[in-house]
Nanobody
Framework: QEQLVESGGGSVQAGGSLRLSCAAG????????MDWFRQAPGKEREALAA???????????SYAESVKGRFTISIDNAMNTLYLQMNSLKPEDSAMYYC???????????????????WGQGTQVTVTS
């Protein structure tokens, strides 16, 4: 049974918006940070956003410079669902987007590993010009 299931991907014109969702299963611990990553063909996986599920401080979220100000990570703890609101999309945002848990926390740095924590199967986002 998949523990992280992404949805909400699709094709959108440049300047448009999409909201990705990630439903977390029962084995995702509530103290795990949750994250969004993406990977475009021929490129390395990129860490986009991380959230500390129960923090209300300014350190509750982290963003990559490439998406800061355009993307917002949020979580509905009651529904155990992670979101990524993506605005002002650009063609270079086209990629497979992955949800993860227990991989990267705000204020820290992702170590590049994909064999730790939990990962979803991904949802494709395509931005056309």
């Amino acid at each position: 049974q998949e523990q992280l299931v992404e949805s909400g991907g699709g094709s959108v014109q440049a300047g448009g918006s999409l909201r990705l969702s990630c439903a977390a299963g029962i084995y995702i611990r509530s103290d795990y940070c949750m994250d969004w990553f993406r990977q475009a063909p021929g490129k390395e996986r990129e860490a986009l956003a991380a959230i500390n599920r129960f923090s209300t401080t300014e350190y509750a979220r982290s963003y990559a410079e490439s998406v800061k100000g355009r993307f917002t990570i949020s979580i509905d703890n009651a529904m155990n669902t992670l979101y990524l609101q993506m605005n002002s999309l650009k063609p270079e945002d086209s990629a497979m987007y992955y949800c993860a848990a227990g991989v990267w926390c705000p204020g820290g740095r992702w170590d590049g590993r994909t064999d730790s924590g939990y990962w979803g199967q991904g949802t494709q986002v395509t931005v056309t010009s």
